[in-house]
């Protein structure tokens, strides 16, 4: 195995680019509702995928944000056998801290493309400045595919090894979705934890209280409602990925269309609906990227493998304030109001060593790209209570 690191670029050839055009022009959009009047709860409507297909197809340019995402240095390195791909944004900022940035599905290392700049070069040179590490999950995008039974706890010490290969012995992570997990083994595992400084999750699949339903607090209850309606109603998905992951891949690899509906459904759905954003073409521009970059990296098959090989969702709850699983790292949560299931304090405080708690209803599973702001103003309150002295790891048992 070489511990070196390549140099990379985002570089995806233009036969590549038209033979997706061409796929595009050939496919059959459906013209009227499954049923009439057919509405989301049946999943993607035909009006979404019809002006999604119609934007692909004669507005967004690929190769514009192509060279938008080779604005940062983009590298590969070989871990466990296994190629590695990540961003590394550094800081010109004196004191900057090192920062680890982990994405879960449907992300991808994009998912924080509007945080990067605000996070290595802040406008208040007053403000906390980071070095920013993004790297794609194995299996995503521009990493290789994991080996059998390879689960996000062993991908959990490949990330750590990519810090201390990069020279950071100490950093900071941030992470939403299945790179919670992975933040959550390098927070509680007494191995990583020591060299990690402080976490902050935006996606926390914590036990609810009991009474969470009866609760006076309207939040509360839409909470409750909310973890409980993408449970019973939006896990199709996830129980094709955990189960049927390869005959998934046969039916997305080469169907741009099928990819969009599967992939863009959850970013049109997992989202605050009220939020102008939604509607805009630099959402649209945002889904289309992930999209693509699922596509010509051919990863719809194996970035299913993180459902296959984790806990299920229905065990969250349960696995997650397993003793083993507990943050002893000073961690911080946001809960967004419109994530898939959000938390509440209690649940949170039940999985870690919660220092920073904050709430916000502006936005929903993707707070990188919906709340770029808020979360950068987050990460780095959790970060300074840990730099002022405030707060402390918790001791191992």
Request: charged share 20%.
């Amino acid at each position: 195995m070489s511990d070196s690191v390549r140099p990379y670029r985002v570089d995806v050839p233009r036969s590549d680019v038209e033979r997706l055009l061409r796929r595009l022009k050939d496919t059959r959009i459906p013209t009227q509702d499954i049923v009439p009047n057919a509405g989301s709860d049946y999943g993607i409507t035909t009006g979404w995928i019809n002006d999604m297909y119609n934007y692909w197809l004669n507005n967004f340019e690929w190769y514009k944000q192509q060279d938008y995402m080779n604005q940062w240095p983009h590298f590969l390195t070989e871990i466990n056998d296994q190629d590695v791909h990540f961003v590394h944004a550094r800081s010109k900022a004196p004191g900057a801290l090192p920062l680890l940035l982990i994405h879960g599905w449907p992300g991808s290392f994009y998912e924080f493309s509007q945080v990067i700049n605000p996070l290595t070069k802040p406008e208040d040179e007053s403000k906390q400045a980071f070095h920013c590490i993004v790297p794609s999950l194995p299996g995503f995008c521009f990493s290789s595919r994991p080996p059998r039974g390879q689960t996000l706890k062993h991908v959990a010490g490949m990330f750590h090894t990519l810090m201390q290969r990069l020279g950071y012995d100490k950093y900071c992570v941030q992470a939403g979705d299945w790179g919670q997990w992975v933040g959550r083994e390098l927070g509680a595992n007494p191995t990583y934890a020591k060299h990690v400084t402080a976490i902050h999750f935006n996606w926390l699949p914590a036990p609810l209280p009991s009474d969470l339903a009866a609760s006076s607090n309207p939040r509360d209850q839409q909470i409750h409602s909310r973890v409980q309606a993408w449970l019973t109603s939006h896990l199709a998905y996830a129980i094709h990925m955990r189960t049927r992951p390869s005959s998934l891949a046969l039916t997305l690899t080469d169907n741009p269309t099928a990819l969009l509906s599967f992939i863009g459904e959850k970013y049109d759905e997992a989202v605050n609906p009220n939020n102008p954003l939604i509607k805009s073409n630099l959402w649209k521009g945002h889904i289309l990227t992930t999209v693509c970059l699922y596509y010509f990296t051919n990863c719809a098959g194996t970035s299913s493998l993180v459902y296959f090989e984790n806990t299920w969702h229905e065990r969250f709850p349960e696995e997650i304030v397993k003793k083993e699983n507990r943050v002893r790292v000073p961690m911080g949560y946001t809960s967004f109001l419109w994530d898939t299931r959000p938390s509440v304090r209690w649940g949170a405080e039940q999985t870690g060593n919660l220092v920073f708690y904050s709430e916000r209803d502006e936005a929903g599973h993707f707070a990188a790209l919906e709340c770029p702001e808020g979360l950068v103003e987050d990460i780095r309150a959790v970060v300074g209570m840990v730099t002022r002295g405030e707060v402390k790891t918790e001791e191992f048992d």
